[in-house]
């Protein structure tokens, strides 16, 4: 233990001479080997639960024997320390425990910097790879010192953990309901709200208003300051700025992307500076265009967003969903419905292990448009998409909890009808639920749609 601070070489063996003493805290859930530094103490502590195991009576000759079992370096002086004097009772083991606990991390962060110190010192020069590893062992770094412990993700529990747990929830919901979209139509549809480890999935076809509605979604996570992450894998930054800036300054979005009168603009200009000065206030929430990032790209920039924030919950929305790249090849000889199955069951672990939710936007094809035909106004609900125009649907839904369809008539009328037949069309947006775990499939919410602002708002009556 020669490598650890006094501090936690006296907290290891003050836990050690506790539990040596006073077995009955080697049942506590939050004893475990990991939180011991050395082979020594880990050894020491495999010890302590076989003579427990076992029932053999905790005395300095039996724990000596059993720690030779488990150790061809067994040291009689390291179980003399254990076994010492006792020192009084405790009647907990907490802040023992929370100095381990942080040691621990102060360990994992001081390991990640030593290996950016390592690359940096190894490499001839810095290219783009080199420089992201080594940006990646320092958010390691920073997200170790900021980890929840406590909170970590516990693969198999007793009926005493699942309980704990679960009631912890049921006290929760004394307050109502936990979670929300804070956005009309998605509040409307699925009942449970964007609840940690769940995924769902927004799919239509190309002009369908799927991207504006994971814009507006976005802005009102930003608006209420839900922690939010935006991925636009398929806009450009740029671009989705415009429209993010369309939606928020109610302008239309070709006065900001080609401007004509340059004394308007100016002034426009002048209301997109005051906006962005706004926005720079929310600390809780990140951006990418990353078009080649892959799912644990993604679990690297969420974990580094939870450390940042020091809270686990986030939603994450993914446009488009699709163009990750382990959706974008197949492995190991799999077809590529059986690479997306392998792809989003390991999403689904992203999202369960980091208690997030993450939204992902598909598209679909347009099924058999050239074919159907399209005479009048009635003609256009022939168009409204179906859960089978999905390619590979069973592959991405299966782990999503609620799929969500967008149709708009106005788009198809454009397409198919004459001017004077659509001219008078309100442009509404139906988001309908083709798949939900707990809710009713089938559910219509509709909105009006204005393209102009890339807005969604509710109909007023």
Same mark, same amino acid.
């Given at each position: 233990?020669?490598?650890?601070?006094?501090?936690?070489?006296?907290?290891?063996?003050?836990?050690?001479?506790?539990?040596?003493?006073?077995?009955?805290?080697?049942?506590?859930?939050?004893?475990?080997?990991?939180?011991?530094?050395?082979?020594?103490?880990?050894?020491?502590?495999?010890?302590?639960?076989?003579?427990?195991?076992?029932?053999?009576?905790?005395?300095?000759?039996?724990?000596?024997?059993?720690?030779?079992?488990?150790?061809?370096?067994?040291?009689?002086?390291?179980?003399?320390?254990?076994?010492?004097?006792?020192?009084?009772?405790?009647?907990?083991?907490?802040?023992?425990?929370?100095?381990?606990?942080?040691?621990?991390?102060?360990?994992?962060?001081?390991?990640?910097?030593?290996?950016?110190?390592?690359?940096?010192?190894?490499?001839?020069?810095?290219?783009?790879?080199?420089?992201?590893?080594?940006?990646?062992?320092?958010?390691?770094?920073?997200?170790?010192?900021?980890?929840?412990?406590?909170?970590?993700?516990?693969?198999?529990?007793?009926?005493?953990?699942?309980?704990?747990?679960?009631?912890?929830?049921?006290?929760?919901?004394?307050?109502?309901?936990?979670?929300?979209?804070?956005?009309?139509?998605?509040?409307?549809? %699925?009942? /449970?709200?964007? =609840?940690?480890?769940?995924?769902?999935?927004? $799919?239509?076809?190309?002009?369908? +208003?799927?991207?504006? !509605?994971?814009?507006?979604?976005?802005?009102?996570?930003?608006?209420?300051?839900?922690?939010?992450?935006?991925?636009?894998?398929?806009?450009?930054?740029?671009?989705?700025?415009?429209?993010?800036?369309?939606?928020?300054?109610?302008?239309?979005?070709?006065?900001?992307?080609?401007?004509?009168?340059?004394?308007?603009?100016?002034?426009?200009?002048s209301r997109i500076n005051m906006e962005q000065k706004m926005l720079l206030e929310n600390k809780k929430f990140r951006f990418s265009e990353d078009a080649s990032m892959s799912i644990a790209d993604l679990k690297s920039h969420i974990q580094k967003f939870q450390a940042d924030l020091g809270q686990?919950?986030?939603?994450?929305?993914?446009?488009?969903?699709?163009? %990750?790249? /382990?959706?974008? =090849?197949?492995?190991?000889?799999?077809?590529? $419905?059986?690479?997306?199955?392998? +792809?989003?069951?390991? !999403?689904?672990?992203?999202?369960?292990?980091?208690?997030?939710?993450?939204?992902?936007?598909?598209?679909?094809?347009?099924?058999?448009?050239?074919?159907?035909?399209?005479?009048?106004?009635?003609?256009?609900?022939?168009?409204?998409?179906?859960?089978?125009?999905?390619?590979?649907?069973?592959?991405?839904?299966?782990?999503?909890?609620?799929?969500?369809?967008?149709?708009?008539?106005?788009?198809?009328?454009?397409?198919?009808?004459?001017?004077?037949?659509?001219?008078?069309?309100?442009?509404?947006?139906?988001?309908?639920?083709?798949?939900?775990?707990?809710?009713?499939?089938?559910?219509?919410?509709?909105?009006?749609?204005?393209?102009?602002?890339?807005?969604?708002?509710?109909?007023?009556?």
């Amino acid at each position: 233990m020669s490598n650890q601070s006094s501090v936690d070489n006296f907290s290891e063996k003050r836990l050690l001479q506790t539990l040596f003493y006073q077995p009955e805290f080697l049942d506590d859930k939050d004893v475990n080997e990991d939180i011991f530094s050395s082979l020594a103490t880990r050894n020491i502590y495999k010890s302590l639960i076989a003579l427990k195991d076992n029932a053999i009576p905790f005395t300095r000759d039996a724990l000596l024997q059993e720690y030779a079992k488990v150790d061809l370096d067994a040291s009689q002086a390291v179980v003399d320390v254990i076994t010492e004097k006792q020192h009084e009772p405790l009647e907990t083991i907490k802040d023992i425990i929370e100095q381990l606990n942080d040691a621990k991390k102060r360990r994992s962060a001081a390991a990640h910097l030593k290996a950016a110190i390592k690359k940096i010192e190894d490499v001839s020069h810095l290219n783009e790879n080199n420089v992201e590893t080594i940006s990646k062992h320092i958010s390691d770094a920073e997200a170790s010192l900021k980890s929840d412990d406590s909170s970590s993700f516990k693969k198999v529990m007793n009926f005493e953990e699942w309980s704990e747990q679960y009631n912890k929830e049921l006290n929760l919901r004394k307050m109502g309901k936990q979670f929300y979209f804070y956005n009309f139509m998605f509040d409307e549809l %699925i009942p /449970d709200g964007p =609840r940690p480890g769940e995924i769902g999935i927004i $799919a239509s076809s190309p002009g369908s +208003g799927k991207s504006t !509605l994971a814009l507006n979604l976005v802005n009102s996570l930003i608006e209420v300051q839900v922690p939010s992450m935006y991925f636009s894998l398929e806009m450009s930054s740029i671009a989705t700025m415009d429209r993010l800036l369309s939606k928020r300054l109610e302008v239309e979005y070709s006065s900001i992307i080609n401007p004509s009168d340059q004394g308007h603009f100016e002034d426009l200009c002048s209301r997109i500076n005051m906006e962005q000065k706004m926005l720079l206030e929310n600390k809780k929430f990140r951006f990418s265009e990353d078009a080649s990032m892959s799912i644990a790209d993604l679990k690297s920039h969420i974990q580094k967003f939870q450390a940042d924030l020091g809270q686990k919950y986030c939603i994450v929305v993914l446009d488009l969903l699709s163009m %990750i790249t /382990d959706f974008t =090849r197949t492995s190991g000889g799999a077809n590529f $419905a059986q690479g997306i199955e392998i +792809g989003m069951n390991e !999403l689904s672990s992203v999202a369960k292990e980091l208690g997030v939710h993450i939204i992902g936007v598909l598209q679909v094809n347009r099924g058999n448009e050239s074919e159907t035909k399209c005479y009048d106004v009635q003609d256009l609900a022939k168009f409204r998409p179906t859960r089978a125009q999905i390619k590979n649907a069973n592959a991405w839904v299966e782990r999503a909890r609620y799929v969500v369809m967008t149709f708009r008539e106005k788009m198809y009328a454009e397409l198919f009808l004459e001017p004077e037949q659509h001219d008078t069309m309100l442009d509404i947006i139906e988001c309908q639920v083709v798949k939900i775990n707990n809710g009713k499939i089938g559910k219509i919410s509709k909105g009006l749609f204005n393209s102009d602002f890339f807005s969604i708002d509710p109909i007023v009556i």
